[in-house]
């Protein structure tokens, strides 16, 4: 500061390091103890700042943190209860019903379908569509028809539009966003179903119902087959 005839530097205290400093330049000379007190409270002031901004930035996480713990816990309630009636359901038709309305209404996709093998394991048959989805039961598809159904077949991994193409074509249908989960039995998995994802993501719920979905056709399709050999 060349243009300072007499300066003063005063740091801005702090632990481990000073903030800052102050750079004075008196007209006359006047006690330093003052310019002191003025850096002292300067310092004091930001140490003060600095932690109100802390506070309030962990506040907003905790907050945002508890808004997500709400909404699991909203979540698994609902799944629960989705639980009760699927333990009382006989009819595999019943079964996909309510697990791809359950998605639709309690786990908040926009969509959601699911397509069954036929007894030949060759063709995928709709059983049930929700969020608007339009005729889901006609349609009859080859398993290479919709490549995105095949690769989840094939592998027994979920697949999404990160892993293909943005839309799905599905009957009349396009699906953005969307997500194809295998509903796996103990032996085979039975066929799948596919969901468009709003912002949040649910797919740790999505897998808990498809899952349980697909040990339940398990149950079913055994039952059934027992009845027709009585």
């Known amino acids: 500061v060349p243009q300072f005839q007499s300066p003063i530097i005063l740091p801005i205290k702090a632990k481990p390091q000073a903030l800052g400093f102050i750079v004075l330049d008196p007209e006359e000379s006047a006690e330093l103890e003052m310019y002191q007190f003025v850096a002292e409270f300067m310092g004091m002031m930001l140490r003060i ?44 038709i019943d079964l996909c019903r309510i697990v791809t309305e359950a998605f639709v209404h309690d786990l908040e996709t926009r969509t959601a379908a699911i397509f069954l093998k036929d ?19 006609t349609l009859r598809l080859s398993l290479d028809d919709v490549k995105p159904f095949h690769q989840c077949l094939d592998t027994g991994r979920i697949v999404s539009h990160s892993d293909s193409t943005a839309n799905l074509k599905v009957g009349e249908n396009t699906l953005d966003n969307w997500m194809v989960m295998g509903l796996k039995g ?15 993501d649910v797919t740790d719920s999505m897998s808990i119902l498809a899952n349980y979905c697909g040990i339940m056709l398990d149950t079913l399709f055994l039952e059934q087959k027992a009845a027709i050999q009585r």
Do not use: C
Request: charged share 30%.
């Open 186 to 200: 103990r032996e085979k998995t039975h066929g799948v179903i596919v969901a468009e994802l709003d912002i949040d």
């Open 119 to 137: 007894e030949s394991g060759t063709q995928l048959r709709g059983i049930w569509g929700s969020g608007g989805l339009k005729d889901i039961p």
């Open 49 to 92: 700042s600095k932690l109100h901004f802390k506070v309030e930035a962990q506040k907003k996480e905790l907050d945002e943190m508890t808004a997500i713990l709400f909404r699991q816990n909203n979540i698994l309630s609902s799944l629960y209860h989705v639980e009760l009636d699927l333990m009382r359901v006989t009819d595999p």
